[in-house]
């Protein structure tokens, strides 16, 4: 079962108006997408994200030549040769890889991979705190209020892109307004050093419905991280960028994290992706993936944590959520899969389960421009 082609669907959408994090606005969302077809007509869909001119050239220039006539089966050889080029054009291309075995065999993803747990998996409302309005609190403030009425009882926000001052400030209003609908995740994307981030323990003491604190330092700062999870009265968690398990391994054995987030699309393939949920399970420490890039993505994750055992037999949940982006993008329509009252339940059709709206992929077809 040879690929016969290789088509690819870069899309590209302006933003109305930017939003950002610690790390700078937003001024567009893009993804992209790729049809593999075997000789037999079975077809696998990948996804992944990176500027789109080097993703287009690399593709045809590189990775399409490369696929064709290969076995499709031969999925983890085809994988590691391919990451040695671009590691998210090798996480897009083992997810499409994985769909082709799974129809072949008849069976979902779930099934593929040994079965699933449950048949739905909790998610939390992904914000992006600020943006380029004066009143930017209020707008936060607002696009939490929207969540929360559509269901989500879990938020995540962003600090570090203000003084400490004004993100307390924004925190404590969110708390206020939302303390008893709406746990909240605080998320600094790598943007203080140890001491700024003990700082936020005196906001953290005065409430019980903090999930966790995201990312506060660079991750290679595993001793820092060590002594800040010691310090704080809320779970650190962290790991969106990291590309295998074994970048994990120092902060697991050093008990530097209490919730690990692997991102399907960043790791090098679903193989992999999962080598690290099983590694977080084996160390005791909860994970709650990434999934901001796309939603086909985000349906590989929720795909794995429905086959993840309990975390805990303790808790009502028995299993942690998975990041559901609520911002002005498109793209996470792409698959018909939505949250009601902060879940979703899992497809259980042959491969992924559902069928891709190629409408947007048409309307949001990138012409080519440069950006």
Known sequence: MNIASVETFPLFYPLKRPYGDANGFKHYRSLFLFRITTQSGIVGWGECADWLPVLKKGFEDRIIPYLIGKPALNRLELVNHIQQWHQRAAAGVSMALTEIAAKYAGLSICDLWGGSWRNSIPVYASIQSYSDREDWEQHSLDLVEKAAISGFNQVKVKVGGKTFKEDRSHIQKLQGQFSGSCDLILDANQSYDLAAAREWEKVFSKSDNFLWFEEPLPMNRVEDYK?????????????????????????LREGALDITQPDPSHEVGMDEYRQTLSFSRSFGIRTSPHTYDGALSRLYALFAQACLPPWSKMEKEDIEPVEWDVMDNPFTSITPVQAMAGKVTIPVGTGIGLELDEQILKRYRWDGALY
Request: charged letters at 20%; aromatic letters at 4%; hydrophobic letters at 40%.
């Open 227 to 251: 002594m800040l999870r010691s310090s704080l009265s809320v779970p650190l968690a962290g790991g969106e960028n990291l590309k295998n398990s074994k970048d994990f391994l120092p902060l």
